[in-house]
């Protein structure tokens, strides 16, 4: 083999890391600011008490369809990677088909519980009789979103442009759904149907193409082949590294969703809006971050498996880049974060300023932190990640409590920083002590 054949193949896994992150930043990105569009638009048009009720309905159901994610699409590529490489189909038919059962299980009663926990949360968060319908109605998109596994699928054989372009069908059909809305003048319940289409929309779209994907790459059963006992047990270690993931996503959500809930009991709807609204412009940089845990978890797999020098190089080079494009965001923020909310969208939001500053640094640490839990969980480290992500959610729910009720919003932002800088400090040195 040549010199330069032998620097391609050396080069390869962060080129294609990089390549499948360009992919699906490009779709994010087009996301990104048909999202802060939406926001802004419905913030103007809803004011503040109205956009926080808005933004509590949304979480509401966002946060029950966390509370009831496996995570599947991280199984698929940890347990089906060694199965691809392999050319082992039937591994891979039974693999998906344990996944597709526990989406399906799992999406019923996220549905059920979401109606029944309607009428006693809704009063909680100060919505009248017909919103906590309105909610209950809008709660049915759930039915819909059974696609955790076809989104492992899909980034098995690396179909990231797919991703990509998924990303913009929610933005857009809230986007252009909203535009008409403002210029109609439409009332509260029109904006929620809007909401509700573009959700089911990209859920049925990522649906349509995990399971294309899966037809023609993998195929149905030959004959003679039945998978229809297929269990969990098959798989050395599948149950626990479900169970393992399923705890990560339900702490992910705590400053996510949990926090806005929380914001909304605790400070009410219009501050519960603004601390959504300084999320919405962090997400900047929380979206990249969750953009690279998705491409880089694929690769950091097959280099731990493989043995390769790339492993730690990859990881490493990848928390430094984001740390220092997130840092960059921060500055930006913090000179110019009050003059931008005001002339996007109101002075009345302009108090949401210093969270916002606050929530970016919080999202740095988080970019930062991205790279290093995939090669944690690449490692095999998967039960020490959640035991240090628990600790960081701990120190995040302690100090949002007793901050927010000391100093409002501000506290929120502090608690975000202060719980997000531990994460990527430990889990370096977790990687550090590995091979």
Same mark, same amino acid.
């Given at each position: 083999?040549?010199?330069?054949?032998?620097?391609?193949?050396?080069?390869?896994?962060?080129?294609?890391?990089?390549?499948?992150?360009?992919?699906?930043?490009?779709?994010?990105?087009?996301?990104?600011?048909?999202?802060?569009?939406?926001?802004?638009?419905?913030?103007?048009?809803?004011?503040?008490?109205?956009?926080?009720?808005?933004?509590?309905?949304?979480?509401?159901?966002?946060?029950?369809?966390?509370?009831?994610?496996?995570?599947?699409?991280? !199984?698929?590529?940890?347990?089906?990677?060694?199965?691809?490489?392999?050319?082992?189909?039937?591994?891979?038919?039974?693999?998906?088909?344990?996944?597709?059962?526990?989406?399906?299980?799992?999406?019923? @009663?996220?549905?059920?519980?979401?109606?029944?926990?309607?009428?006693? @949360?809704?009063?909680?968060?100060?919505?009248?009789?017909?919103?906590?319908?309105?909610?209950?109605?809008?709660?049915?998109?759930?039915?819909?979103?059974?696609?955790?596994?076809?989104?492992?699928?899909?980034?098995?054989?690396?179909?990231?442009?797919?991703?990509?372009?998924?990303?913009?069908?929610?933005?857009?059909?809230?986007?252009?759904?909203?535009?008409?809305?403002?210029?109609?003048?439409?009332?509260?319940?029109?904006?929620?149907?809007?909401?509700?289409?573009?959700?089911?929309?990209?859920?049925?779209?990522?649906?349509?193409?995990?399971?294309?994907?899966?037809?023609?790459?993998?195929?149905?059963?030959? =004959?003679?082949?039945?998978?229809?006992?297929?269990?969990?047990?098959?798989?050395?270690?599948?149950?626990?590294?479900?169970?393992?993931?399923?705890?990560?996503?339900?702490?992910?959500?705590?400053?996510?969703?949990?926090?806005?809930?929380?914001?909304?009991?605790?400070?009410?709807?219009?501050?519960?809006?603004?601390?959504?609204? !300084?999320?919405?412009?962090?997400?900047?940089? =929380?979206?990249?971050?969750?953009?690279?845990?998705?491409?880089?978890?694929?690769?950091?797999?097959?280099?731990?498996?493989?043995?390769?020098?790339?492993?730690?190089?990859?990881?490493?080079?990848?928390?430094?880049?984001?740390?220092?494009?997130?840092?960059?965001?921060?500055?930006?923020?913090?000179?110019?974060?009050?003059?931008?909310?005001?002339?996007?969208?109101?002075?009345?939001?302009?108090?949401?300023?210093? @969270?916002?500053?606050?929530?970016?640094?919080?999202?740095?640490?988080?970019?930062?932190?991205?790279?290093?839990?995939?090669?944690?969980?690449?490692?095999?480290?998967?039960?020490?990640?959640?035991?240090?992500?628990?600790?960081?959610?701990?120190?995040?729910?302690?100090?949002?409590?007793?901050?927010?009720?000391?100093?409002?919003?501000?506290?929120?932002?502090? =608690?975000?920083?202060?719980?997000?800088?531990?994460?990527?400090?430990?889990?370096?040195?977790?990687?550090?002590?590995?091979?």
């Amino acid at each position: 083999m040549t010199e330069s054949g032998e620097n391609q193949i050396v080069q390869s896994p962060l080129r294609r890391v990089l390549g499948n992150f360009a992919l699906l930043a490009r779709g994010r990105g087009i996301a990104a600011v048909l999202s802060l569009g939406t926001t802004a638009l419905m913030a103007r048009a809803l004011g503040p008490t109205e956009f926080g009720m808005l933004v509590l309905m949304q979480t509401y159901v966002l946060l029950i369809r966390g509370l009831l994610n496996f995570k599947q699409f991280q !199984a698929i590529i940890r347990y089906g990677v060694p199965a691809h490489d392999a050319g082992d189909t039937r591994t891979l038919r039974r693999l998906t088909l344990i996944c597709r059962r526990l989406d399906n299980r799992s999406i019923i @009663v996220a549905t059920v519980l979401a109606l029944v926990m309607a009428p006693l @949360v809704g009063p909680m968060m100060g919505m009248d009789h017909d919103r906590v319908i309105l909610l209950a109605l809008f709660s049915l998109v759930l039915l819909t979103a059974g696609n955790i596994t076809d989104i492992g699928v899909l980034r098995l054989y690396d179909q990231f442009d797919i991703l990509g372009r998924k990303e913009t069908i929610d933005p857009f059909f809230r986007f252009f759904g909203v535009v008409i809305a403002w210029w109609l003048a439409a009332p509260f319940a029109v904006y929620i149907a809007i909401l509700a289409v573009a959700y089911i929309a990209e859920n049925l779209y990522l649906s349509w193409c995990g399971r294309r994907e899966y037809r023609r790459r993998v195929g149905p059963a030959p =004959a003679g082949e039945d998978n229809g006992d297929a269990r969990m047990d098959e798989f050395i270690g599948l149950r626990h590294f479900l169970g393992v993931t399923y705890w990560q996503s339900n702490i992910d959500l705590i400053p996510k969703h949990i926090s806005v809930i929380m914001a909304g009991y605790l400070l009410g709807a219009a501050d519960a809006g603004l601390l959504r609204l !300084a999320r919405q412009f962090s997400s900047l940089l =929380a979206k990249p971050a969750i953009l690279i845990r998705q491409v880089i978890f694929l690769d950091l797999t097959r280099s731990w498996n493989q043995g390769s020098t790339d492993f730690k190089r990859i990881a490493y080079w990848t928390a430094l880049i984001g740390g220092g494009v997130g840092l960059l965001f921060v500055v930006t923020g913090y000179f110019f974060g009050g003059a931008l909310l005001g002339s996007l969208i109101g002075e009345e939001f302009i108090p949401a300023a210093p @969270v916002l500053t606050l929530l970016l640094l919080a999202a740095s640490f988080e970019l930062t932190a991205s790279s290093l839990r995939s090669a944690a969980y690449a490692m095999g480290h998967a039960s020490k990640v959640l035991r240090l992500s628990v600790l960081s959610a701990v120190i995040y729910l302690t100090l949002f409590t007793l901050l927010t009720i000391e100093l409002g919003l501000i506290g929120a932002g502090v =608690a975000s920083c202060v719980a997000a800088i531990v994460p990527p400090f430990a889990m370096a040195i977790l990687i550090r002590r590995g091979r």
